[in-house]
């Protein structure tokens, strides 16, 4: 089976569409419960990149965005209802633009059957790392490999060993975060950057004229900045004001880089040579590339080439967010496709199931109790096997604790790790008043999110696990 998948990206200078297909097939022998992966992935069109249409500093242009999306749909032949599975991606400086969240729910709704709404600096590190070819190539590496996605507000670095993510961690490093003309005049000053200007005792202010050599050592020291925390030269909260969000305080040893993004793509074109040249996109994006690219020589990295540079997060997003649930799950497929649930995990341990599933209830409650149909979805980790008779039990326990605390709720929902969702469903339902869906094969965290899509057949349906989504 194929499944047609999107990526969209909205990024602070940029936006693109692309569009892949991916293959379904059965993973498992056949003496064993069967399992279903995507085994191909096929990138089959990507978008022109076009520049991201503002109203003004504060607002994204919604209307030109729907229709420039409308026409890329038109131009590969596809309707929304031929869309199975995808992700739209807010990226850098737009996702905190005011009516940011407007545009993302408003994209996800008419971008097809299946096409998830993700915003948040870690994930978009992960997805840019995937896309560029970073996490292939760490698969067939012993060293850690940093890709370093720098866009037009933020640059987003993940570090891969082995295939497997070790740390994420994001700069207010951007080529669109001074914007200026061809006369070196400011045009702009992101207030992102202006606590590590300040910082550095770097005077840039909008209507200032700058001179070529201003904007090098300018560049040059964000570069520097942000390569010395990557080295560890410099600790982490000695550059509070560089750093956007991290998910460590100290980072991995990093042994090899790669640079994506729109500063990715620049820093292959020749260096600028005067403010002309350093102005063609208006912003200091040009300049920023070649910096870096002559700053990293000072370090003990090895320099990778990506696989790909400005279209990385979109064909990440397009490519790698699915995931498939099936073969022992229990749906009722009119109720699908949910968006956006939260998770709320139980990793089982020795104590009480019927403890251990009320306190989570209670932090759920906490969390998440303003919604009543649907406050969350119970995640259950952890190694459990369980009889018959105690999995009737085990159903009764999640049952009675869900009506308790959620009597309004109408779709209990339940994410598990191990193989048990058909049986557990289906004890559910005879014992419950819920609508039920259970589903399993999928891992999750606490703060997680997840969509779960319409089936693809009877025993089959795309899952999304989205962190950070919304942060």
Not at 47 to 58: F, Q
Not at 275 to 293: R, T, W, Y
Request: with cysteine; net charge negative.
């Amino acid at each position: 089976m194929v499944i047609k998948s999107v990526g969209i990206d909205i990024g602070t200078s940029t936006s693109k569409f692309m569009m892949s297909e991916l293959t379904l097939g059965r993973v498992s022998s056949h003496f064993s419960l069967p399992q279903f992966d995507i085994i191909e992935r096929k990138v089959t069109y990507v978008s022109e990149i076009i520049s991201t249409p503002l109203k003004n500093e504060e607002e994204i242009d919604l209307p030109l965005l729907v229709s420039w999306l409308e026409k890329e749909y038109q131009q590969v032949g596809l309707t929304l209802s031929d869309i199975k599975s995808g992700a739209v991606i807010i990226t850098g400086e737009t996702a905190i633009k005011k009516n940011a969240d407007e545009l993302i729910h408003y994209l996800a709704e008419r971008s097809g059957d299946f096409v998830v709404a993700i915003a948040g600096a870690s994930l978009e590190a992960v997805l840019a790392g995937k896309g560029s070819g970073a996490a292939r190539h760490s698969q067939s590496s012993r060293a850690a490999i940093a890709n370093i996605d720098i866009g037009g507000g933020t640059a987003n670095v993940v570090v891969f060993q082995q295939g497997k993510v070790l740390e994420t961690i994001t700069f207010h490093v951007g080529g669109r975060l001074i914007e200026m003309n061809s006369l070196g005049e400011i045009l702009s000053v992101s207030p992102s950057l202006k606590p590590w200007l300040f910082f550095k005792k770097f005077q840039v202010e909008k209507g200032m004229r700058m001179s070529f050599a201003e904007l090098v050592e300018i560049t040059s020291a964000l570069c520097g900045d942000l390569l010395d925390v990557l080295a560890g030269e410099k600790s982490i909260s000695s550059l509070e004001s560089l750093v956007h969000s991290t998910s460590c305080e100290v980072l991995p040893r990093i042994q090899e880089v790669m640079v994506s993004g729109g500063v990715g793509r620049l820093a292959l074109e020749a260096p600028p040579a005067t403010l002309a040249d350093v102005a063609k996109f208006n912003d200091i994006g040009p300049l920023l590339a070649s910096e870096l690219m002559k700053v990293v020589k000072r370090y003990h990295f090895t320099v990778v080439e990506a696989a790909q540079t400005s279209s990385a997060t979109v064909i990440g997003a397009g490519t790698q967010t699915t995931k498939l649930s099936g073969a022992t799950i229990s749906i009722q497929p009119e109720l699908l496709p949910l968006r956006n649930v939260p998770v709320v995990k139980v990793a089982f341990t020795e104590m009480d199931f019927e403890e251990q599933i009320e306190q989570a209830f209670l932090k759920g409650k906490e969390w998440f109790g303003g919604n009543d149909r649907l406050p969350f979805a119970i995640g259950l980790g952890g190694t459990l096997y369980l009889s018959y008779v105690k999995l009737k039990e085990f159903a009764d326990i999640i049952g009675n604790l869900y009506s308790k605390h959620f009597p309004r709720a109408e779709v209990l929902v339940v994410v598990c790790e191990n193989d048990m969702a058909k049986a557990l469903g289906q004890a559910l339902r005879l014992q419950t008043k819920y609508q039920v869906i259970c589903i399993d094969q999928i891992g999750i965290g606490h703060g997680d999110y997840i969509d779960i899509g319409a089936p693809l057949n009877d025993t089959l349906v795309p899952v999304v696990v989205k962190t950070l989504a919304f942060s």
